[in-house]
């Protein structure tokens, strides 16, 4: 059974910092995307950033380059999101997914493209 835990959320003051870890167990995510996706109240899903497991392709949403960092250990099957220079807009329920191998790169900026999801972590950004 395919699992994962993300945790690391928190409350934060505008300008700090957050890890966030997601823990994948469940099978082997070789040749898959890990993502993580943001929810803030009263609004759709959103892209944030991915990596893909074997080799370390990334691709970030605009409003999160330069300042967010994803990153993997395969060891430890574990992939974590380094949010620096927060912002009171980064508020919202935090989602890790696991996507396999797409035809096209563009289906990986989307919620469908991915079929393992976590159940989200809470990041909120105080002004």
């Known amino acids: 059974q395919v699992q994962l835990v993300e945790s690391g959320g928190g409350l934060v003051q505008a300008g700090g910092s957050l890890r966030l870890s997601c823990a994948a167990s469940?099978?082997?995510?070789?040749?898959?995307?890990m993502g993580w996706f943001r929810q803030a109240p009263g609004k759709e899903r959103e892209f944030v950033a991915t990596i893909r497991w074997s080799g370390g392709t990334t691709y970030y949403a605009d409003s999160v380059k330069g300042r967010f960092t994803i990153s993997r250990d395969n060891a430890k099957n574990t992939v974590y999101l380094q949010m620096n220079s927060l912002k009171p807009e980064d508020t919202a329920v935090y989602y890790c997914?696991?996507?396999?191998?797409?035809?096209?790169?563009?289906?990986?900026?989307?919620?469908?493209?991915?079929?393992?999801w976590g159940q989200g972590t809470q990041v909120t950004v105080s002004s």
């Open positions: 997914a696991a996507a396999p191998q797409p035809l096209f790169t563009a289906v990986l900026l989307t919620a469908r493209g991915y079929n393992y």
């Open positions: 469940g099978r082997t995510f070789s040749g898959y995307y």
